[in-house]
Nanobody, 112 residues
Framework: VQLVESGGGLVQAGGSLRLSCAASTSLFVTMNWYRQAPGKQRELVATITNGGLTNYADSVKGRFAISRDNAKNTVYLQMNSLKPEDTAVYYC?????????WGQGTQVTVSS
């Protein structure tokens, strides 16, 4: 399974970005977005199930939206009202049993 993220970049505070995660196979039941800022642990940002149920970290609720297109084997993360503290490498994650599949990550930098 390969996961390829795209859509990161440099944006000013208050701006928006849309991340994409393209999978080489059908999407798993649960798909996640994580992020890791310099010097910090990787944290779960958003989750979406095959049935469309979503969950978000408190720090991004109301600003980020996760979605999935099963026909395109792609998961998205729409990020609005970005803050400097959102700066991190964002990773797509697909848990499957005892295995976790990860993408290579995409850098998001938010300037103040």
């Amino acid at each position: 399974v390969q996961l390829v993220e795209s859509g990161g970049g440099l944006v000013q505070a208050g701006g928006s970005l849309r991340l994409s995660c393209a999978a080489s196979t059908s999407l798993f039941v649960t798909m996640n977005w994580y992020r890791q800022a310099p010097g910090k642990q990787r944290e779960l940002v958003a989750t979406i199930t095959n049935g469309g149920l979503t969950n978000y970290a408190d720090s991004v609720k109301g600003r980020f939206a996760i979605s999935r297109d099963n026909a395109k084997n792609t998961v998205y993360l729409q990020m609005n009202s970005l803050k400097p503290e959102d700066t991190a490498v964002y990773y797509c994650n697909a848990p499957f049993g005892y295995t976790n599949y990860w993408g290579q990550g995409t850098q998001v930098t938010v300037s103040s």
